[in-house]
């Protein structure tokens, strides 16, 4: 670890908070449903959709109604992204001339877009038209986006409200949020990169011959556009197979800085416009501190393991001082590779800029224990949110218990009904990624997909789990996962990590929001200040620690401990 | 309940029309217009026509060129072109783009890596061997290799070159880019530039 | 607080042996089923035992391991029996005693209830139903609870209250209500029955402590559903270990997955939580408290507000007139006569009080109530009584009532909304319409804290009298603790606002309702609830009971009235308004026991698994041993140990469980502070010795 590479890592996270907090009074005023700078070229075409749409915008729906419409729009937006795939051989803008897609694997990518996960079981210059990636999953990257920031919308106004019987209206906060935060941002974000060197064509490819008089097909497309709307609604799913380590995708430092600061803006501004919302700034900002204390220990860890190098090759001859090379871009270096890492699988992107796959152990450990925390700091836009919620809300129960008074938060009691849905949540986590897991390390056509055999084989499986399952989508991208049973069971972990999470979350949204709001006193548990922080931390490093240590154990733990004696597999 | 499927469709195919037609059309035709060195993927030309990428890296097999990384990606295996899980070897296949994905405990990778750095030693390399010399890059198609690894192939280059030693390091280091503002990046040589201006030098 | 006989030691060694017979009972499963993390237990004892015998008949492995395990397992669920048994057998000998005041009682029933005619026949107190009406002489004991409807007597209400001191009850007024069981220590009453047999108050008592019939409590409920996830979660955990250890080349026996579920499920809270919540009745009667619900109690811990009764409750309520101060052109003689005869048929303590002073004071004899006087019954709404004689119509009352119907003769002032403040004045004031003397000897009254009482006769303005009140003692410092605690306390009074003033800053609350009718404190509460605000209070009177009802929290006085003892969910049987701190104290002491014991349990698992996990993959993968940082000695003592620990850790906390976590009166941040430094840091670190401890016994005997 340098110096320089700390100032690097330090620099990008200052630039996070700085537009961060700015971007928050914005995003508040889009929750209030409030006018900005954009109204004036923005609201008629907002209005133009309602009107075609047949949406009222001035009537909210309950909590039951506004989880109704999130399955109506998830579903047509899976039955059209499925359909695209199945008939992209006969559909234009296919210049490669590719197949229609499979249909397990249409099944896989249409529910991987639509949950926001953008798991990819498919190299994208290889598969998928420009059609495709166009319509299809630059698409649903705004949508998905959209729809999770929506529902962490209704989870704040069931905190901001009291005694209320509707939470928003979903049609409303999806087109608004689509309308003046992604698509502004995503079309600068957009020319910026294409001015940074990012490609944007409809070619398909281009030939050159090398110095050498090799050919050399170049894979071209109009990925800007898309690059720009994958990090910032935290999507992750690239353009190209080697996704954001792809030159064309991320071809300099300064790319690369963007991509980070546009995966980290919305779910970091998120979290502070959720003070505003409730009315108290230092309630965000608690949360922000500890999601900040996570994922920048898991900076820490991974730049320190990357930079100590693997013992195997050292040992063979190699220069240690530059870390771990393997699987990774010289462009960037450690610390920013470090950063995008942990950043990537805190917040729910999946994007790469290295193979997680050639990490060490414990460079490894950092990023699974991210996402099998439930990508949660800070999370993917509106699922980090509401994802972190929930964990406080058991936290807060455990530990109101302790200074005598009924749990409450922000002045909302937790009582049962509110411990049956939060814990309902939470197990499905475990349930799918060790139930799956252990499915898959007792079927033989699973063990086949393994690139790596060994405790790592083992973290490839889980990794895979719990990665669908967060919505992240990064892999330790050795595993095959582009067979039968791997496309059905990622896509129904998916499928639960997003929906078996959000409903109850709508559900839980509407019991609150229907409570009275209770004045805080000096018997109130605080919630913000050092002592909720410390608490939160040890709530979750305990749990998710008592869920996952075996498993982990079994995996990332042992391989460390098996490379430092020099054993190989 | 009904009633919110008009809203979904019509805002699906809304949306679809805006963010996934008029978005990237819109992005594309700008692109085109003012950036159409980039938005056309930085290609570099000699006389001879393009040559490659800026951005993309390529396969120097011979030794007069400098070396790039080792490279994962793999192209369809000519003897069975309708097996898709049959590919052979074929580094910097910019139609493609892969890592190894081999972990720090795959004995594969020690015995890879292994091998890489007998040849090396073999072609007469001393000390260390620079990481990235024999490490397989995250995409496949990483341009760049370090400095080190750059001055470590001068002796091989400017044989085979029949240069002056100090020459051939000249052109390197004018081809070494280093950190932006002096914290911004990472020291690295982009190797079709280098052996382009190597090309260059021994022309003129 | 009375000094209570019933208070017994931790360790009865009486109730520690029907506990542990207790405890074999409760291993049905039926009766388990209600404990869902300790049924888990059970079930998979079962297991464990089964292949134990396998292991005795085939030594597949060894039968020593798996028998120890599943002795221990045996003996965590019933060490949670156990526990769940001892709280119970105290509360059980609690109601044993409270049983024996109910013997047999014989009743001197009225044939005819409506006419209280002679004829009495004698039954049995259990064949009593509601609206009988009994005779009960110096001597009897009175067979259930009713109210008195004519007579005063002095009670002992020992068998109740534990308080030997005999107190009055009388028909009419506040103090009519009597309970079951209490015995009449002279003069004689009627008393119409109001509770059947089986729903007394003794009875509710008696059903509060035997947790037999406990229903649970909300927060207990809530935190069951945490237990219950927790414990599907590690259900998860240790099912999906077996393949993923196969793949890792260990082959896990049933029975050290067993072993390692038990561990992490959280057998310490699920075992104890039931014994708290009964502990938790249990120090509630201690302090002479009955709750009608466990729900009250958890509700008690949460209040925000606390709205008093200035008379009996702050002050001794006993108003006792004190001087007559006529107007001008009134001698003190006329104003004493015309307010003994106002006064005549006024049953309340004051008005026999203004009887007695005029009798004793000015030598008038009191004259009896002439045929042709019609009585004016005193209502909270008019604030006024009187009597209506051929010639004079007396009235006397609060003064500015008496004013206003002095100008308007015959009907009082309307009421009109003073704004903010929602207290409702009437229309005039005591400025507009008297003399210069009159108004300030009312002003005297007041500001000394007493109440003045305008007298007046057919419309005239006779004089004011001065009942005088008198706050309890050391009531300042209870108010104050209860502002440390976050409590706001509001009394509430039908005086007029100097006058409550006064009493309010000599008795250090935070806020005052003046002239206030039983609708102004409704709907104060409802505006705090409204409010979101929680809020408690306490009451004796019949006009207390529709806000007793509503409020979150109602306490009753045992020396009030029936309708008052029933519109609560709880009653003091000290009559002592403070009272409400203790009970406050009571329910966050259960609440924080809960959350202590639960976190506690929760932090252990961290140690379990360090003991656990290298021990079960440490033949395929020596290099976990690094993961052994208590270095324990072999595989199976780290597990074996483990077990033990975590069976006897429920043992070692009976006591905490029972007598609960220690309670201050501070803000909530501090107490968070150091419950989280004990339980949460100290559940992390005392497993990891324990287990270290047991550990090194266990290899030292050579059992593992």
Known sequence: MTFVGWLQIAIVLALVLATAIPLSGYIAGIYAGKDNFLSPVLRPVERGFYWLAGVDETREQSSFLYAIALIAFSIAGFVSLYALQRFQNVLPLNPQGFDAVGADLAFNTSISFITNTNWQNYGGETTMSHLTQMLGLTVHNFLSAATGLAIAFAFVRAFARSSAATVGNFWVDVTRVSLYILLPIAIVLALVFVALGVPQTLAGSVDVTTLEGAKQTISMGPMASQEAIKQLGTNGGGFFNANSAHPFENPNAWTNILQIWALLLIPVASVIAFGRAVGDLRQGRAILITMAILLIVGVGVIYWAESAGTLGLTALGLDPSAGNLEGKEIRFGQAMSALFTSATTGTGTGAVITMHDSLTPLGGLVPLFNILAGCIWPGGVGAGLYGFLVVAIVAVFVAGLMVGRTPEYLGKKIESREMKLAMFAVLIYPMVVLGFSGASVLLKTALDSLNNAGPHGLSEIIYAYASTNANNGSAFAGLNGATPWFNTTLGLAMLFGRFAYAIPVLALAGGLAAKKKAPASAGTFPTTGPLFVGLLLGVIVILYLLQYFPALALGPVVEHFLMLSGKAF | ?204 | MSTNAKAQGLFDPKIIRAAALDALRKLDPRKLAKNPVIFVTEAVSLVVTGFFIRDLITHESSPLFSGQIAFWLWFTVLFANFAEAVAEGRGKAQADALRKTRSDTRAKRYVDSKNLSEVIQPVNAQDLRVGDVVLVEAGDIIPGDGEIIEGVASVNESAITGESAPVIREAGGDRSAVTGGTTVLSDHIKVRITAAQGSTFIDRMIALVEGAERQKTPNELALSILLSGLTLIFLIVCVTLWPIAAYSGTVLSVTVLIALLVCLIPTTIGGLLSAIGVAGMDRLIRFNVIATSGRAVEAAGDVDTLLLDKTGTITFGNRMADEFIPVAGVTERALAEAALIASLADETPEGRSIVALAKSRYEIAAPSLPPEATVVEFTAQTRISGLDMPGRVLRKGAVDAILAQSATTGTAAPMRNSGGAGVLVRQATIGDLAPADFRQAVDRISRSGGTPLAVSDSGRLLGVIHLKDIVKPDIRPRFAELRAMGIKTVMVTGDNPITAAAIASEAGVDDFLAQATPEDKLAYIRREQQGGRLIAMCGDGTNDAPALAQADVGVAMQTGTQAAREAGNMVDLDSDPTKLIEIVGIGKQLLMTRGSLTTFSIANDVAKYFAIIPALFVTTYPELGALNIMGLSSDKSAILSAVIFNALIIIALIPLALKGVAYRPVGAASLLRRNLLIYGLGGVIVPFIGIKIIDVLISALHLA
């Open chain 2, 1 to 204: 309940m009904l009633s919110q499927i008009r809203p979904a469709i019509v805002l699906l195919v809304l949306f679809t029309a805006l963010t996934g037609l008029a978005y990237p059309l819109a992005i594309t035709g700008i692109a085109q217009a003012v950036m159409p060195n980039q938005a056309n993927g930085s290609l570099l030309t000699t006389s001879a026509g393009p040559v490659g990428s800026a951005l993309i890296g390529q396969n120097f097999a011979t030794d007069k060129y400098f070396h790039s990384r080792p490279s994962a990606t793999q192209a369809q295996d000519p003897a069975h072109p309708d097996d898709s899980s049959k590919t052979i070897d074929a580094p910097y296949n910019a139609a493609n783009s892969t890592g190894s994905n081999l972990g720090p405990t795959s004995q594969k990778l020690l015995d890879r890596v292994k091998a890489d750095v007998d040849a090396r030693r073999a072609a007469g390399a001393t000390g260390v061997i620079p990481a990235d010399a024999v490490t397989t890059s995250a995409s496949g198609l990483d341009p760049h290799i370090s400095p080190e690894n750059a001055l470590a192939q001068v002796a091989a280059v400017a044989k085979a070159r029949n240069l002056p030693e100090d020459k051939v390091r000249a052109v390197v280091e004018a081809n070494i880019e280093g950190r932006a503002l002096g914290l911004i990046g990472e020291p690295r040589v982009n190797v079709l530039r280098l052996n382009m201006a190597l090309d260059a030098l021994t022309s003129s």
